[in-house]
């Protein structure tokens, strides 16, 4: 019996692999319990065997992991707007060009994520403010837009209406 | 997830909470008040065979095994081979993620 000391990269990402498991509580399908099992494993014996930095693995466990801490991160502080491509790979101790990558096996790109999960939350915030005395600029600068007309064209683009058509939506009902 | 038994420090309130986050490995989040988690010889006899990763969610968390006694720190883990006795525990609340793999 040994310490797997908490520095280990392959135990950090083992970690942050099942927090990841915990905050999404799959209802998953057999093929994807298997490959979580596999992942899990494969993770468990780089932890007992691996001791030095682990670079852009390809190892389908470590990418896996790597995407999953990322993704994780993403979600927790996407309304940060200084949040950007480097600042995550530099958070998760990889390259830009390779988060970039990882992100990409998702069908997305980095500021697409970022810019939908934005989207999605200030739609909520919009047809949440019924009664209110709520600026549309202020719900874009707490979703993370620092920029109103990039917000509104972005919005557009998205829902196919305004935000504050959408406000309004809100208001009359 | 595996047989357990439990032994409080004397006059410590018994709490504890039990969060299970993946079934097919047997993953937990497990907490409890000052005391030790535990394997004896008997529950031993249950037969599983896996290998248990306790990753410890305390700062301090002492594991007693196979012989050997080993300290772990917040994050830190360790393998544990679950058909032999051991123990899991801390004279402070403490908490861990345990895991079973089979090889």
């Known amino acids: ?173 | 997830m595996f047989n357990l038994d439990f032994e409080p420090m004397p006059d410590t309130l018994f709490r504890s909470s039990f969060v299970p986050i993946f079934d097919a490995l047997r993953i937990a989040r497990s907490a409890f008040s000052p005391g030790f988690t535990f394997r004896d010889k008997d529950l031993v006899k249950d037969g599983d065979e896996a290998f248990g990763l306790v990753i410890s969610g305390s700062r301090s968390l002492d594991i007693t095994h196979q012989g050997r006694d080993l300290s772990l720190g917040l994050g830190d883990a360790t393998l544990m081979h679950i058909s032999a006795i051991g123990s899991v525990g801390s004279r402070q609340n403490f908490g861990y993620i345990d895991s079973a793999l089979r090889v």
């Open chain 1, 1 to 173: 019996m040994r310490r797997l000391p908490r520095r280990s990269e392959a135990l950090q990402l083992l970690r942050s692999y099942v927090r990841s498991l915990e905050r999404r509580r799959l209802g998953a399908s057999a093929e994807v319990r298997e490959a979580i099992c596999r992942h899990i494993v494969d993770l468990v014996a780089l932890a007992i065997t691996t001791h030095g930095a682990m670079g852009e693995s390809s190892l389908s466990a470590v990418a896996d992991a790597r995407l999953s801490a990322a993704l994780g991160q993403i979600a927790q502080s996407f309304d940060e707007p200084g949040l950007t491509v480097a600042v995550v790979a530099r958070d998760q101790g990889i390259s830009t060009r390779y988060l970039q990558r990882l992100i990409e096996t998702t069908g997305t790109s980095f500021t697409a994520r970022v810019s939908e999960l934005r989207l999605q939350r200030a739609f909520t915030l919009l047809t949440e403010a019924r009664d209110g005395a709520c600026r549309i600029s202020d719900i874009a600068l707490q979703v993370g837009f620092s920029d109103i007309s990039h917000f509104n064209r972005l919005f557009r683009t998205r829902f196919g209406d305004t935000p504050s058509g959408i406000l309004g939506r809100g208001r009359r009902t």
